[in-house]
T-cell receptor, first 110, second 115 residues
Framework: RKEVEQDPGPFNVPEGATVAFNCTYSNSASQSFFWYRQDCRKEPKLLMSVYSSGNEDGRFTAQLNRASQYISLLIRDSKLSDSATYLCVVNPSNFNKFYFGSGTKLNVKP | EAGVAQSPRYKIIEKRQSVAFWCNPISGHATLYWYQQILGQGPKLLIQFQNNGVVDDSQLPKDRFSAERLKGVDSTLKIQPAKLEDSAVYLC?????????????FGQGTRLTVV
């Protein structure tokens, strides 16, 4: 079983739409969770960390459900510039080990 | 603050040749990672160093891949001999030494094409 699993998409949505991605992880003892964004032919960059209480950064909201072992990312009022691949990342231990999902591709269309 | 530096950016080699990639992490970051990202997939961890010691190399194909981090700073990743399936982007990342919650910072990667 993979450490981190994501729906690869693509999610094709119009501008202004709300879109949500989920990601599941296998290790119940996982410590830290992140969403990274990766543009085409670029390196991954941190979008936001995911805290136990959930957190929001502008149009982006991340949630963690430890009981069901999944994390989610909600994007409101989608912009064309949100088009990218969103990578779910889990640190399963105390040793700064980062496991990536396969990524979910988002296409925001005019 | 300077980011993670990698070179070369692109490399094309024939199968069975050897190749080496170089990474300079962010200054002061104790942990260094090499990831392999095949087109359409997420990054896969190949090896993780903490200072100059190996923390995890369980997914490194040791019959052909090797990596070192002398003096706990720069690192090199070598493939010898290369196979067609090694075509991928090789990403180096670094993070500071903390128990949890810190992020990994990535370099721009080296895009390897094996023909």
């Amino acid at each position: 079983r993979k450490e981190v699993e994501q729906d690869p998409g693509p999610f094709n949505v119009p501008e202004g739409a709300t879109v949500a991605f989920n990601c599941t992880y296998s290790n119940s003892a996982s410590q830290s969770f992140f969403w990274y964004r990766q543009d085409c032919r670029k390196e991954p960059k941190l979008l936001m960390s995911v805290y136990s209480s959930g957190n929001e950064d502008g149009r982006f909201t991340a949630q963690l459900n430890r009981a069901s072992q999944y994390i989610s990312l909600l994007i409101r009022d989608s912009k064309l510039s949100d088009s990218a691949t969103y990578l779910c990342v889990v640190n399963p231990s105390n040793f700064n080990k980062f496991y990536f999902g396969s990524g979910t591709k988002l296409n925001v269309k005019p | 603050e300077a980011g993670v530096a990698q070179s070369p950016r692109y490399k094309i080699i024939e199968k069975r040749q050897s190749v080496a990639f170089w990474c300079n992490p962010i200054s002061g970051h104790a942990t260094l990672y090499w990831y392999q990202q095949i087109l359409g997939q997420g990054p896969k961890l190949l090896i993780q160093f903490q200072n100059n010691g190996v923390v995890d190399d369980s997914q490194l194909p040791k019959d052909r891949f090797s990596a070192e981090r002398l003096k706990g700073v720069d690192s090199t990743l070598k493939i010898q001999p290369a196979k067609l399936e090694d075509s991928a982007v090789y990403l180096c990342a670094s993070s500071p030494l903390q128990t949890k919650g810190t992020e990994a910072f990535f370099g721009q990667g080296t895009r390897l094409t094996v023909v």
